[in-house]
């Protein structure tokens, strides 16, 4: 089983849409990333969390640390939201420190 | 630099061939990560720098690969005697300091194919 586990693995939505995309760790972390990735293009961290909830701007990120759970959201979805989305967890602790472990990502395509 | 900066971008070689990949972190920025993503593969980790030191690098998957820092700054990850298997594009990034709650900020990543 792989330490950091993402679903779905692909999602289709249409435009305008809810979206919401899990990861689940089994690790213990000190804090988690969401990334995007564009086809052929470079990797952007959307947010890094450690506890609670962030807000930037339609994407919402969420995480239960004693759950070992976090969500992506995304509001009022739209086609230029297409891209791979990453969850990564850093690690805890000792020499390990900083290291991120990757999630297998989530295809999201958003269709006008 | 305004961003992390990874040259060359595309890399093409013959099996065998020894490779160097560099990367140009962000100014200022004490931590430095190489990661890899495979085709078909998610992205896995290589090896983490703070400073000039390695604390962690139980990510090389094997003694042909090796990586240095100087100065604190640039890093380049060597590969010798390049396998198809490492085909891949290599991914660099950095942060204020492994300790922070600053994010990573990837660079554009070098596209290795070995022939």
């Known amino acids: 089983k792989n330490e950091v586990e993402q679903s779905p693995q692909n999602l289709t939505a249409q435009e305008g849409e809810f979206i919401t995309i899990n990861c689940s760790y089994s690790?213990?972390?000190?804090?988690l990333h969401w990334l995007q990735q564009h086809p052929g293009g470079g990797i952007v961290s959307l947010f890094m969390?450690?506890?609670g909830k962030k807000k930037h701007g339609r994407l919402i990120a969420t995480i239960n640390i004693q759950e070992k759970h976090s969500s992506l959201h995304i509001t009022a979805s739209h086609p230029r939201d297409s891209a791979v989305y990453i969850c990564a967890v850093r690690n805890a602790g000792g020499t390990s420190y900083g290291k991120l472990t990757f999630g297998q990502g989530t295809i999201l395509t958003v269709h006008p | 630099g305004a961003g992390v900066s990874q040259s060359p971008s595309n890399k093409v070689t013959e099996k065998g061939k020894d490779v160097e990949l560099r990367c140009d972190p962000i100014?200022?920025?004490?931590?430095l990560y190489w990661y890899r993503q495979s085709l078909g593969q998610g992205l896995e980790f290589l090896i983490y720098?703070?400073?000039?030191?390695?604390?962690?690098k139980s990510g090389l998957p094997s003694d042909r690969f090796s990586a240095e820092r100087t100065g604190g700054s640039v890093s380049t990850l060597t590969i010798q005697r390049t396998q198809q298997e490492d085909s891949a594009v290599y991914l660099c990034?950095?942060?204020?300091?492994?300790?922070?709650?600053?994010?990573?900020?990837f660079g554009p990543g070098t596209r290795l194919t070995v022939l």
């Open positions: 990034a950095s942060s204020s300091s492994v300790w922070s709650t600053d994010t990573q900020y």
């Open positions: 690790v213990g972390i000190s804090a």
């Open positions: 100014s200022g920025h004490t931590a």
């Open positions: 969390l450690s506890s």
């Open positions: 720098f703070q400073g000039n030191s390695a604390p962690d």
